[in-house]
């Protein structure tokens, strides 16, 4: 496999990055670093450091380059390396990342999930309320990866906080089975790309085919997190398999509303893109607007129950 760090990759610009991933070689990984610089989302290093505990699994080779570039500093605090288990052969001097990022984490199990949940409150610098509505946002990202990813190396975390936009900026990967396979074992499922649009409907899971889910599983986590995403005016992406779905900038009071069919939101869709397996989620989310938590679960609620009864509605009437 390959992957090549460019020097700018965030949501808005992600699609190079994905572009360069090359999945053939399933037992080596090969990584180029921009020689002069590299800015990136914590996804990039989500979805590398993913790739790396894949490859170290297999006993496999890792090998990077580039590493003599100006910023590897920040992969390199980030921890990067050593989930590569690469020595960059530099000196680092690391400074407290409270308040200021987190680096990658791995995940497997809901203890880790909630202490990094914990780690991610001083990096919030917002009200309590907009606080639990990215907490909420984490929790749900990692949830749908210890619930449906079926990955042994669990999901890899991140996040950064950007002190002039006032964002924080949230990277989850996985190498799991994908959304297509997980949702194939109760809906009908033809496509990669139309896997991730069916997991961003509110009420489908792969643990049922009962409109609404489960007590245990409602199918409401990406959606959720979609939602939120769109409120605050930034970006969403899903990756997985063939195909990348990424949620646009919405632009004045278009923002508020929402719908529970992805197709209506203000986005691009790619079905032909390098083979990912498992599913790597990012998410950008503004820390200044106040909006109160419990309003805006209401009305993502709302949308969510009125999208459970259409698809019942829809059910009943193919079999009458």
């Known amino acids: 496999m390959k992957l090549h760090i460019p020097n700018s990759a965030f949501l808005g610009n992600i699609d190079p990055f994905i572009r360069s991933f090359e999945p053939a070689e399933p037992n080596k990984l090969e990584i180029t670093f921009n020689e002069k610089w590299s800015s990136v989302h914590p996804l990039v290093l989500s979805m590398t450091a993913a790739l790396g505990l894949a490859i170290k699994e297999k006993n496999g080779q890792i090998n990077c380059h580039g590493t003599t570039a100006k910023s590897i500093n920040y992969p390199c605090r980030m921890k990067l390396f050593e989930y590569l288990g690469v020595n960059p052969n530099i000196e680092l001097e690391e400074h407290e990342p409270s308040g200021r990022f987190i680096p990658l984490t791995k995940i497997t199990n809901g203890s880790e999930q909630t202490k990094f949940i914990?780690?991610?409150?001083?990096?919030?610098?917002?009200?309590?309320?907009?606080a639990d509505s990215i907490k909420y946002t984490i929790s749900e990202l990692v949830r749908n990866v210890l619930e449906h990813a079926e990955s042994p190396m669990g999901a890899m975390v991140c996040a950064q906080y950007f002190k002039k936009s006032n964002r924080i900026s949230i990277g989850v990967a996985d190498t799991g089975i994908g959304i297509k396979e997980s949702l194939s074992a109760s809906h009908d499922v033809p496509s990669h790309g139309e896997a991730i649009k069916m997991a961003l409907i509110p009420g489908i899971t792969g643990k049922t085919s009962v409109p609404g889910g489960t007590g245990e599983n409602a199918g409401a986590g990406l959606f959720f997190i979609k939602s939120i995403a769109k409120i605050n005016r930034n970006f969403f992406v899903i990756y997985s398999g063939n195909s990348m779905y990424k949620l646009l900038k919405m632009q004045g009071d278009?923002?508020?509303?929402?719908?529970?069919?992805?197709?209506?939101?203000?986005h691009s869709l790619r079905q032909d893109l390098p083979d990912w397996q498992g599913t790597a989620v990012g998410v950008d989310i503004s820390v200044s607007d106040n909006q109160d938590f419990a309003q805006l679960l209401g009305k993502i609620r709302e949308v969510y129950s009125l999208g459970i009864k259409e698809r019942k509605k829809l059910k009943k009437a193919r079999f009458i």
Do not use: G, K, M
């Open 254 to 266: 278009s923002r508020t509303t929402l719908f529970p069919d992805p197709n209506r939101d203000r």
């Open 118 to 130: 914990e780690d991610l409150v001083p990096l919030l610098h917002t009200s309590a309320s907009q």
